[in-house]
């Protein structure tokens, strides 16, 4: 199969260079490769994602030359296929309702168990619960639906990070696969859209290296065949925290209505990426010179004043 990559931002707020910087490399990588790039449109958070962003979101990656080869796919109209791939697992009995609240787990959770990034460990408080008992609780709370996590540590090689390890059991315990309020959850969507759209190759942030062992899961249970991962470490400001969507000098869109050429922001990104010495610089000599293995293993940070002067805002 030939190199298939994708970009796949939440347009929850202006992108800022951070999110800018995983595009251009997950763009590289496949174009490098004679491949496709793929774009893809995480809206699944209706509260929270406003229709202003995705135009901006398109704007900012034509400016950059960042294209896509195929209509981008919008997560927000597909919610037949993810219930098609939750009702598969539910056949095979991999999926159970859950009516558990976020404080009910949070008092469950004893100490020695794990913290991730959906919380504390949920300890399957209705893994086992019976057909009157579901159907008794389904009159007050609509559930959650819940993944069966096998036993046993998930193991993988990252093409940035080299191998990875975690029991999913033990730090996560069974996750959500679809929300209360009806919503697939990302581990759902994101292994269902990967597959569908023959992604080979994922390049992004290094934040979901520990939800990578959870899609694994997913793409076992629902015999797909999983992508090679690379995990590179994220863009943090100076206050040693990751770059959040906000405005200011970090937001592309801002940068790009200021009439700043984008061989400046390319050259920045380069930087970060252990790809070029700051100079502005173009995508076709990124292509040329663009190698995985120069690709930093550490977090970048982002320091305004070097910053300022590099995209000349001085």
Same mark, same amino acid.
């Given at each position: ?5 994708? #970009? ?30 793929? *774009? ?26 960042? $294209? ?7 997560? +927000? ?6 219930? !098609? ?13 859950? #009516? ?10 004893? =100490? ?5 990034? &959906? ?11 019976? +057909?009157?008992?579901?159907? &008794?609780?389904?009159?007050?709370? =609509? ?23 975690? !029991? ?6 069974? #996750? %959500? ?9 990302? /581990?759902?969507?994101?292994? %269902? ?18 939800? $990578?062992?959870?899609?694994? /899961? ?10 090679? #991962? ?22 592309? =869109? ?18 970060? +990426? ?20 120069? *690709?930093?293993?550490?977090? %970048?940070?982002?320091? &305004?004043? $070097? ?5 000349? *805002?001085?």
């Amino acid at each position: 199969m030939s190199f298939r990559g994708r #970009f796949a931002p939440s347009p929850t707020g202006r992108i800022h260079l951070g999110n800018a910087r995983s595009a251009l490399l997950g763009w590289l990588q496949a174009r490098a490769a004679g491949g496709q790039f793929l *774009l893809r449109v995480e809206d699944l958070d209706r509260a929270r994602c406003r229709p202003q962003y995705v135009d901006e979101l398109l704007r900012d990656l034509e400016w950059l030359g960042l $294209t896509w080869d195929e209509q981008p796919l919008f997560q +927000s109209a597909r919610d037949d296929v993810y219930r !098609d791939a939750q009702a598969k697992l539910e056949r095979e009995g991999l999926v159970y309702p859950c #009516f558990c609240t976020r404080a009910e787990i949070a008092r469950a959770a004893s =100490a020695p168990h794990g913290l991730s990034d &959906e919380g504390p460990r949920y300890p399957g408080t209705c893994a086992q619960l019976s +057909s009157a008992e579901i159907s &008794e609780r389904a009159r007050t709370r =609509a559930p959650a639906y819940r993944f069966r996590v096998p036993p046993g540590e998930v193991r993988f090689m990252d093409g940035l990070q080299g191998p990875y390890a975690q !029991d999913v059991e033990a730090v996560v315990g069974d #996750f %959500v696969v679809r929300r209360n309020d009806g919503v697939a959850s990302y /581990q759902l969507a994101v292994v %269902v859209d990967d597959a569908a759209t023959s992604i080979t190759h994922v390049l992004r942030g290094d934040d979901l290296l520990s939800s $990578t062992p959870r899609q694994l /899961q997913l793409y076992t249970a629902l015999r797909l065949s999983a992508p090679e #991962f690379f995990h590179v470490p994220l863009v943090l400001g100076e206050d040693g925290k990751r770059l959040a969507k906000r405005e200011g000098a970090f937001a592309l =869109a801002e940068l790009r209505e200021r009439g700043l050429p984008a061989e400046r922001v390319l050259g920045v990104l380069a930087a970060w +990426s252990g790809l070029g010495d700051g100079s502005p610089v173009s995508l076709q000599e990124l292509v040329r010179t663009f190698r995985t293995e120069a *690709l930093p293993r550490a977090p %970048v940070v982002a320091r &305004e004043q $070097t910053l300022v002067a590099a995209l000349g *805002l001085g």
